[in-house]
């Protein structure tokens, strides 16, 4: 079973002060590039791996999505998705992506913000997502970008995330990291960026985009906080496409 750490209380009442907690879609940097990665979401059926709040799926119905189901494995992010959304084409659902078992070509577009990276057997999940798309769907998600992920974090809100970073730290090393991020003992997985690619495209994805995501010179001017993460990226954006 994954580790279920936004069901920390500690955990989550730290989430909750950051800006994309707060302000949704809106309150995170990467938002306006990943919007250039989605496609069109009339008509469509789509999933959301790790939906957190629902601020993406509450997005995608106003997007005139035909349906939308946001699956995570925190009760209590799903009970403030539930609490912030009125819209009945939009069903939560409790689920361990570890394990998730998904039915054959149910979906035109699944994404995935910042959660992919906590997920040990990745390419069990990737597999899932395949099989689960329609041919010619899309999976776009963001991750932490592995020169991220191979450093070691420690300390509480230092930047504009929460994060204090160090030098990368055996980048070709692949496993769990462990970092204290509003609670002590979070565990992330590092992967290098070419084992990303390459399970993509070894399940039969074709690769559309790939974004190692940086903030514009204009969100900086907005917010100086954001002036660090031109010294690495923090994340990286994908989007890929299920042949048709």
Request: hydrophobic share 40%; glycine share 6%.
């Amino acid at each position: 079973m994954s580790q279920n750490i936004y069901d920390n209380p500690q955990f989550f009442a730290g989430y909750a002060t950051l800006p994309r907690s707060i302000h949704g879609l809106a309150g995170a940097p990467e938002w306006e590039k990943m919007q250039q990665l989605l496609p069109s979401l009339s008509a469509k059926n789509v999933l959301d791996l790790g939906c957190g709040y629902g601020w993406f799926c509450r997005w995608a119905g106003v997007q005139q999505a035909k349906s939308v189901t946001g699956l995570d494995l925190s009760s209590k992010m799903l009970a403030r998705a539930i609490e912030l959304t009125q819209d009945d084409n939009i069903v939560y659902q409790q689920a361990d992506l570890e394990t998730l078992s998904l039915a054959k070509q149910q979906f035109d577009l699944v994404y995935s913000s910042l959660t992919l990276h906590y997920i040990v057997n990745i390419s069990s999940l990737i597999s899932t997502v395949f099989q689960s798309l329609k041919p010619g769907g899309q999976f776009v998600f963001s991750a932490e970008h592995p020169i991220f992920t191979a450093a070691i974090h420690q300390g509480w809100c230092v930047d504009n995330e929460g994060y204090k970073s160090w030098p990368v730290n055996q980048y070709q090393i692949e496993g769990d990291r462990r970092t204290d991020w509003f609670a002590e003992g979070v565990i992330k997985q590092h992967r290098k960026l070419s084992s990303w690619i390459n399970m993509l495209v070894k399940t039969g994805f074709e690769i559309i985009e790939i974004d190692e995501w940086g903030p514009t010179a204009a969100q900086i001017a907005e917010n100086p906080l954001l002036e660090e993460e031109q010294e690495r990226p923090m994340l990286f954006l994908l989007s890929v496409r299920k042949p048709l």
